[in-house]
């Protein structure tokens, strides 16, 4: 049975009912249809006494499929619930764009999703249209600002800020804007990506107040003047109009598992350029209404794990209470250098082989802090020898480890891995940032590579190195770094599998994100507006007899 | 008082209770927070025996500022209530990008006003997002057909699909895109326009139903061949897609005015370039559950009204049971010949000369075997004598006329107004459209000029007689014509006021729609992509402490 229908079979409760059952205020609830509401967070209320506590899912180096990272978290939420916690979850909204292509979503799947899985994947409450349209808001003043007489003196040729639509569009990764003469506008060249590659995405999702919003906002550097000053959003006096696009979209959306647990589905910054979890706000209202919160964040834990724990958890000033590893017999096998297409057939020495990369993110967590639990995310074709070996190898490491089987089974495939979550997050902890602000950027990337990644040091590019001269001249070397490198490997290279080391990391670029608050350092070539495959999933795609969606998954 | 501290002073009823009142299931609504709900109109449900009246709003050729024709049209709707009607009001949506410029909204003023006007004036319930996304759609999956071999052999030099945003964004109207070698898009000449000149707008607003819906998208025509054959959205099976991503938009929006009375608020499309009325669905919806609905359609009657009349009820298969001609004295004193800065000083005569406008279009409305009712749509600075004149020239033409106070005075003000219309509305009339769809496509501009405009006759350009034989060539030609014409003049000439005469009309070149269903005939040149001004409303826009808007009128 595909996702969609699983989805489709399932009962929902009211969200009215949801949000009751976890003491969420009637009054606090605003509705989208029967089955979706923003909880408005900026009401006056009483926080309670203690706030949940925070488990984070992250995973080993993926294999192109996926791990299944947002069915564990769905599934784990779903286990723990049924353990008697209250619970609640906290995960991405999935962008829409890319479903139109190749990908389905990511709301979990099998009976670990969140649901209406239909709505979640489409336009659901609106937020990445008021992202969109916050941005261009800018981008369009930008444009005017320089079209009615440019008393900033911007330089049109050292513009950064790009537009953006929520849709994998190729045509609009390099444009020409401003063409047709006086009346139309300044020529120059730009570019759209997807929203949510959008620095206001990054920001919505770090921003902890209304307040905070404006400030990031205002805070971003848009272009430079022809004499190389920085340009801010706020010299544009852009910030009020964006927050007043963004003051509704930024109240976390409640929707609810398949089993009933409350979930919050806010916000989906990019893994690679961003730093890939869902909204601080979320996280933060799930701890007011949880025991304990089950999150995400994108990619494997050398790139998501690494991001919330030293960016995420820094500005919301958090600190996790436990962390699972998601892993699979099929990465863990593709780790060991079994090519994709006998993925399927049983080899217990790549099993062996491939653990380097699991073990390499078992330790790493481990720097942070914490003591991490591994989950193995098990599919059918997995046998119980292959398990066996794993959690053996696991326990050889000194880590807790569980078989999830929440795909088939939803919480009730769960429930084991959810006893040694618990119990973890009961236990406390040591937690503490990888890196202090007041190092250099170098400083900081060399610290991630070494600690993280395993390599032996950094080369910079001389495009990078003449930005590392612009980013401390302009004071803007205090901002934690946020990692842009593949996700296939702990190296820049996405062929070295398992746990390579001896390899240097070349930093290509850096960008500022002065709104966001990170510096973006850029190994390879990243892709910031997907295109359609040759035979996009949209053409699939329709609306049944009785209003349901067709060809979603 | 502004608008919004008026709207901000009302008291909203939970809009399940306008609702409940209106007759409107339960079960059918999709709430969107407290005070706005989508009415799911695709359940099966038994339609009333007898459906409402409907009631359709227009004005005189306009002054730049409006002639307060939605204000009318609300205040209308609240005053028939008072009058002990079941009243539905059906309103355009505003569109997201002006409001950033130089304009506030369109969702009436004073105290004739529908709420909560801050959301119906920023995202509302996300319509126009979902048809910028539609559209936008239609567009990726068009470029990407080329760039991944283009078996439909189509010249990118001949693509008239565009991309929109719902955004005031100059630098876009003309753009150079896919840039950046083989890998980026096949490069051509493109351009962005507002999402209400979408031709995905204008079917959103004259589908019927979900299947129809998606057969007009699938005809959307968006590039020819190399040997100019057409091709459209069907060829690409983009329509499926595109539905999907409408399908819950395309559920009429309900919201209530200060007064309480229910009203649809859906769709928005150009009056220039597209038919300049809210949705078929929502004007249907509203027939099921009231007696009498007032409608409105775009800019003045030569242009709203005989479209509303020739295209929107021929597609939507109702007639019209009573029109209302909203005007104002400054209208009336402009096209008399008083310049702008003199219009708030007395000047009868001016007011008698400027009549001649307002006289024809009594007697154009009278064409389509209405009989209408002028609406003196009443300003503070008006003098009671300047009120007998108009009165008595209406009078003089053998119509009805009454003074309309609803800005100050919401539905109170307009009861004159209103039995006035309900005596007109019980009477039979004699609708009739003016033109047959088998006349020729020149044949229809020419009575349109002739019978509405009162011009001599038309001149053709070059380019647009060689789009007329390519309409006929392709069978185009049996469609309605929509004309894109200045509505400041009955002329193509924006500065000949009154009721002018001895004038033809140039057709500078014809556009296809043939998935709206219609052809548009351009007069002069027509901005599909406004820009901002020099000081944006944007600038003086914010959120304030309380979570309210700042600056949005």
């Known amino acids: 049975m595909t996702d969609l229908a699983i989805a489709g079979r ?14 969420i ?48 978290t769905v599934g784990l939420g779903d286990a723990l619930a049924l353990e008697g916690q209250k619970v609640v979850i906290a995960l991405r909204e999935p962008s829409l764009g890319p479903i139109f292509g190749i990908k389905g979503g990511a709301a979990g799947g099998g009976y670990a999703q969140v649901l209406p899985m239909e709505d979640i994947n489409m336009h659901f409450t609106g937020d990445f249209h008021a992202i969109t349209s916050a941005h261009n808001l800018l981008a369009a003043l930008l444009d005017n600002h320089i079209h009615q007489g440019n008393t900033l003196n911007i330089d049109p040729r050292r513009i950064q800020f790009r537009r953006v639509l929520d849709m994998n569009d190729r045509a609009l990764r390099n444009v020409v804007i401003g063409l047709g003469g006086p009346t139309e506008g300044v020529p ?35 272009a430079y003047t022809y004499d190389r000053t920085p340009v801010t959003a706020g010299d544009l006096n852009a910030q009020g109009a964006m927050t007043l696009l963004l003051k509704d979209a930024l109240k976390p959306n409640l929707v609810q598992t398949i089993q009933g647990t409350p979930a919050f589905v806010h916000g989906g910054p990019f893994a690679n350029i961003a730093h890939g979890c869902n909204s601080i706000l979320a996280t933060n ?58 993925l399927g057939q049983s080899n217990d020495q790549a099993i062996r082989d491939g653990f380097s990369n699991l073990r ?48 088939a089974e939803g919480g009730e495939g769960g429930r084991d891995l959810a006893r040694k979550v618990i119990s973890a997050a009961q236990q406390p902890n040591n937690f503490h940032q990888l890196y202090e602000l007041d190092l250099s ?29 612009e980013i401390a001249d302009n004071g803007w070397d205090k901002m934690p770094v946020c990692m842009a490198k593949t996700q296939y490997s702990f190296s820049d290279d996405a062929t070295k599998l398992g746990a390579p080391t001896d390899f240097t990391v070349s930093i290509r670029d850096l960008q500022v994100r002065t709104g966001a608050g990170f510096i973006v350092a850029i190994t390879g070539a990243i892709m910031t507006m997907p295109g359609l495959p040759k035979e996009p999933a949209a053409l699939r795609m329709d609306v049944a007899e009785d209003g349901k969606a067709i060809g979603l998954f």
């Open 360 to 407: 390499r993110h078992i330790a790493n967590i481990r720097k942070f802090g914490i003591e991490p639990i591994v989950a193995i995310n098990r599919f059918t074709t997995d046998t119980d020898s292959e398990l066996e070996i794993v959690q053996e190898l696991v326990r050889g490491e000194g880590a807790e480890v569980a078989v999830a089987k929440m795909w």
């Open 25 to 72: 205020d009637d009054e606090a609830l605003e509705l989208y249809g029967k089955y979706k509401a923003k909880v408005d967070v900026f009401r006056t209320k009483e926080s309670p006494a203690t706030l949940g506590k925070i488990v984070l899912v992250t995973a080993m180096s993926p294999t192109p499929a996926g791990e299944g990272k947002s069915t564990t």
């Open 10 to 23: 399932a009962t929902l409760q009211p969200i009215t009912a949801i949000a009751a059952a976890a003491g």
């Open 441 to 469: 950027v170098e400083e900081k990337i060399e610290t991630i590579v070494k600690e993280i990644y395993g390599g032996s040091g950094v080369d910079f590019s001389a495009a990078a190195k003449k930005r590392l001269k």
């Open 285 to 342: 209202t799930a701890r007011e209404y949880a025991d304990i919160v089950v999150t995400e964040a994108g990619f494997g834990a050398d790139l998501g794990a690494e991001k919330f724990l030293n960016i995420k958890a820094r500005f919301a000033g958090f600190s996790p209470d436990a962390a699972v590893i998601v892993a699979t017999i099929r990465a863990l096998k593709m780790h060991g250098g079994v090519p994709k297409p006998d």
């Open 188 to 222: 120059r060249e730009s570019g759209f990506d997807i929203t949510v590659a959008s620095e206001v995405m990054a920001i919505f999702c770090l921003a902890t107040s209304i307040d905070d919003l404006r400030e990031r906002l205002s805070k971003i550097t848009v």
